[in-house]
């Protein structure tokens, strides 16, 4: 058995996430179904760079398995996106070291969520949002997320995660190609952490909330101290750097 790193992209419209579960559409099990036919409908389990929430896409996502050593790459890549539905791409394919880990070896990972203030009926994977906001108050509070803290007061209550402590190192937004754009970088992301934190700074830029409020909300560890989330369908895995 050889151990490969399929680096693919997804929208995530109509899954329900990346990580299977019973009677539920995921983006695993679908891989997986494509990767057993391929294989004599023999089981595969595959292993993924993290988790993404339900509606929520992928720009960049790794995922290992461990399969009987493939003759051609080129052509494996070929006949699984074939058989994938449209809603998910391989790009590429490649043979790693027994010990390489998805999940565990990723170093640090990016989100993106898209945001546009104009009505347009052919932007889908971004949020609608037409009030005027204060991008400099809003980047202003942005700085409170930087370096190692406990992000409670921004997750899902109630997940099977040991720590709530990361580490950002990069949050900020910007405009581009008329859209807002909200970038975060970190070591690790809890559950709803990113459409949390979006849907917090927006207070922030609508005038609800002053840039030290945010100081203030993730002291609390109070998942209540923090705004409404955003909806899943403007959000991105951007980027994983292993």
Request: with cysteine; charged share 25%.
């Amino acid at each position: 058995m050889k151990r490969y790193f399929f680096e693919i992209a997804y929208n995530g419209s109509t899954y329900f996430g990346w990580q299977k579960q019973p009677r539920q559409h995921s983006v695993q099990a679908e891989i997986e179904n494509c990767l057993s036919k391929l294989h004599s409908n023999e089981p595969i389990q595959i292993v993924g760079c993290g988790r993404t929430d339900t509606g929520v896409h992928a720009n960049n996502y790794f995922f290992h398995v461990d399969l009987p050593q493939l003759k051609s790459l080129d052509k494996f890549q070929f006949k699984l996106n074939r058989m994938l539905p449209n809603s998910i791409v391989v790009h590429a394919i490649e043979e790693v070291e027994a010990a390489k880990h998805a999940r565990f070896d990723a170093k640090n990972r990016t989100y993106r969520y898209f945001m546009h203030s104009d009505k347009n009926p052919f932007i889908e994977n971004s949020w609608y949002f037409p009030k005027e906001l204060n991008l400099d108050k809003m980047n202003k509070a942005a700085e409170a997320l930087l370096g190692t803290q406990d992000f409670t007061s921004l997750s899902k209550l109630h997940t099977d995660v040991k720590t709530n402590i990361c580490t950002v190192y990069k949050a900020h937004w910007y405009i581009e190609n008329n859209q807002l754009i909200f970038e975060i970088e970190a070591d690790r992301f809890l559950r709803n952490m990113v459409r949390a934190t979006v849907g917090t700074l927006i207070e922030v830029g609508a005038g609800k909330l002053e840039p030290k409020d945010i100081s203030t909300i993730l002291a609390a560890k109070d998942r209540q101290a923090a705004k409404t989330s955003v909806p899943a369908h403007g959000l991105f895995l951007w980027k994983i750097v292993y």
